[in-house]
């Protein structure tokens, strides 16, 4: 079974611009999940999807969106890109039946 | 708040020997635990868990123990080999959601 994939792997933005990345779920995962990880912050939480349905929400301003289509795959979008932004973006994807989240190999965000 | 904590940054161990991780937790509505194994500029692996409904599980040289009364867990790795360097994340989640709290990390260095 294919892992979960990301594109772009690594991303170059100016401040003020907008950004959308991807997430290709384990094929048969509905759930997928968004993180942050910052030196600063550590791993944090962004959203999750489910049957294209926001499901749970972390605590991070509304420039930080997301959606989910019908096979599964979602993107998170990131609009007036802050340099605070810069951090690798990390998607999970989760069974119906287990707990574990299985993670991708990030998206690595730098703003100047 | 920090809900997750691990409150060793680093750990420094010897090929052959036991490596105990550390990770200690403040919401008691949390009841399914995980660790997660990375490296670095690359997404988490995970490596083993725990439902609050145990106290241990094993899945060969990891075993994790969970000590609901003192709200802590440890993850034992024997025995410990080179390859297991990496930073190790403990998570918690509860099981109506699927929202990963994690901690901040333990850098963990086998030396041969």
């Known amino acids: 079974k294919a892992g979960v994939t990301q594109t772009p792997r690594y991303l170059i933005k100016t401040r003020g611009q907008q950004v959308t990345l991807s997430c290709s779920p384990i094929?048969?995962?509905?759930?997928v999940s968004w993180y942050q990880q910052t030196p600063g912050q550590g791993l944090q939480f962004l959203f999750e999807?489910?049957?294209?349905?926001?499901?749970n929400k972390g605590n991070f301003p509304g420039r930080f969106s997301g959606r989910q289509f019908s096979n599964s795959r979602s993107e998170m979008n990131v609009s007036t890109l802050e340099l605070g932004d810069s951090a690798l973006y990390l998607c999970?994807?989760?069974?119906?039946?287990?707990?574990?989240?299985?993670f991708g190999p990030g998206t690595r965000l730098t703003v100047l | 708040d920090q809900q997750v904590k691990q409150n060793s940054p680093s750990l420094s161990v010897q090929e052959g020997r036991i490596s105990i991780l550390n990770c200690d937790y403040t919401n008691s509505m949390f009841d399914y635990f995980l660790w997660y194994k990375k490296y670095p500029a690359e997404g988490p692996t995970f490596l083993i868990s725990?439902?609050?409904?145990?106290d241990k599980n094993e899945d060969g040289r990891f075993t994790v123990f969970l000590n609901k009364s003192a709200k802590h867990l440890s993850l034992h790795i024997v025995p410990s080999q080179p390859g297991d360097s990496a930073v190790y994340f403990c998570?918690?989640?509860?099981?109506?959601?699927?929202?990963?709290?994690f901690g901040g990390g333990t850098r963990l260095m086998v030396k041969p």
């Open positions: 725990i439902s609050s409904i145990k």
């Open positions: 998570a918690a989640m509860y099981n109506a959601g699927n929202m990963l709290t």
């Open positions: 999970a994807s989760s069974s119906d039946r287990d707990n574990e989240q299985f």
């Open positions: 094929s048969g995962h509905r759930s």
């Open positions: 999807y489910f049957s294209e349905t926001q499901r």
